[in-house]
């Protein structure tokens, strides 16, 4: 499966994007979908993830209540909410697709990988 992510862009803290990451070749079912970041000199983090058939979801603490991740079986692409911005978001995005199941956060257990997009956000 080929992911594109689009949707990154400059925002002010306390503002909001919506990433969107789009499946081609295949769909998403069997698949679980994750949304990962990485910040300058930082490593690769698990940010959300979503299980494609259940809508199972799981977060990172730091996203807890500001980001949603969900699913649109329809478009076969996944979205990434996120609301009230903060400086220390801003990062290169990443989605990525998992044939294991349940709700994965781990990076390595992911094996397709969209290109990225980045989050700026401002202060």
């Known amino acids: 499966v080929q992911l594109q992510a689009s949707g990154g862009g400059l925002v002010q803290a306390g503002g909001s994007l919506r990433l969107s990451c789009a499946a081609s070749g295949r769909t998403f079912s069997r698949y679980g979908v994750g949304w990962f970041r990485q910040a300058p000199g930082k490593e690769r983090e698990f940010v959300a993830a979503?299980?494609?058939?259940?809508?199972?979801?799981n977060y990172a603490d730091s996203v807890k209540g500001r980001f949603t991740i969900s699913r649109d079986r329809a478009r076969n692409t996944v979205y990434l909410q996120m609301n009230s911005l903060k400086p220390e978001d801003t990062a290169v995005y990443y989605c990525?697709?998992?044939?294991?199941?349940?709700?994965?956060?781990?990076?390595?257990?992911?094996?397709?990988w969209g290109q990225g997009t980045l989050v700026t956000v401002s202060s």
């Open positions: 990525a697709a998992t044939g294991l199941t349940g709700v994965v956060t781990r990076v390595n257990e992911y094996d397709h």
């Open positions: 979503i299980t494609w058939n259940s809508g199972s979801t």
